[in-house]
């Protein structure tokens, strides 16, 4: 069975800075991996998914994910922190077949921006 | 961008008392889900649901949980005796399609504690 694991419950950083949220992930066939982003009282939202193909993903809001099989990782990263970036991100897994498609998440990161 | 709705986005009940969590999938979505988040746990998927009944569901729908769609639009889960461990974010979710690197769509969730 695939899983999800991210290193980090809470990360901070300052406003400007470098994120980096770290996802690390099993799964016995290829992947298809997605971040999601939680702002506060609000849904899951897409952030960007990796399926085939190039392995640097972009996503919304500046973010982008790079797939590395050898290190079975899709880290989450965006050059500089802005005060908006603050809240939850899961990674997940895709996994399944015809019709019973579900997710696999991690535990979450919750990100803090520093002013 | 279209959403899922979930209602209500609190709900307190008593233990040992039925609650019913509501969504409103997306309308041209034919696959729904529901997935719950433990306070500083992983998002864990709970059921699928398709063509009228379910396609999947995990350990943890047993059988104090089912689901519902009564009317082609409302996507229900029911908790017929709900117990202290049932506090949670209940998150639900649907697609378009079938394949496995599809976006889900995800409603800002229903808050349940039970006292």
């Known amino acids: 069975a695939q899983s999800v694991t991210q290193l980090g419950s809470h990360v901070s950083v300052s406003e400007g800075a470098l994120v980096l949220l770290r996802c690390n992930y099993s799964s016995s066939v290829p992947p298809y991996l997605f971040w999601y982003v939680q702002y506060p009282n609000q849904g899951l939202q897409l952030l960007l998914k990796y399926t085939t193909g190039a392995t640097l993903v972009k996503g919304i809001n500046g973010f982008e994910a790079e797939f590395k099989k050898s290190e079975t990782s899709f880290h989450l990263t965006k050059p500089s922190a802005h005060m908006s970036d603050a809240a939850e991100y899961f990674c997940a897994v895709s996994e399944g077949t015809s019709g019973t498609y579900k997710y696999i998440f991690g535990t979450g990161t919750r990100l803090k921006v520093l002013a | ?115």
């Open chain 2, 1 to 115: 961008e279209p959403e899922v709705t979930q209602t209500p986005s609190h709900q307190v009940t008593q233990m040992g008392q039925e609650v019913i969590l509501r969504c409103v999938p997306i309308s041209n979505h034919l696959y729904f889900y529901w997935y719950r988040q433990i306070l500083g746990q992983k998002v864990e998927f709970l059921v699928s649901f398709y063509n009228n009944e379910i396609s999947e569901k995990s350990e943890i729908f047993d059988d104090q949980f089912s689901v519902e769609r009564p009317d082609g639009s409302n996507f229900t889960l029911k908790i017929r005796s709900t117990k202290l461990e049932d506090s949670a974010m209940y998150f639900c979710a649907s697609r378009q399609g079938d394949t496995t690197n599809e976006k889900l769509f995800f409603g800002s969730g229903t808050q349940l504690s039970v006292l």
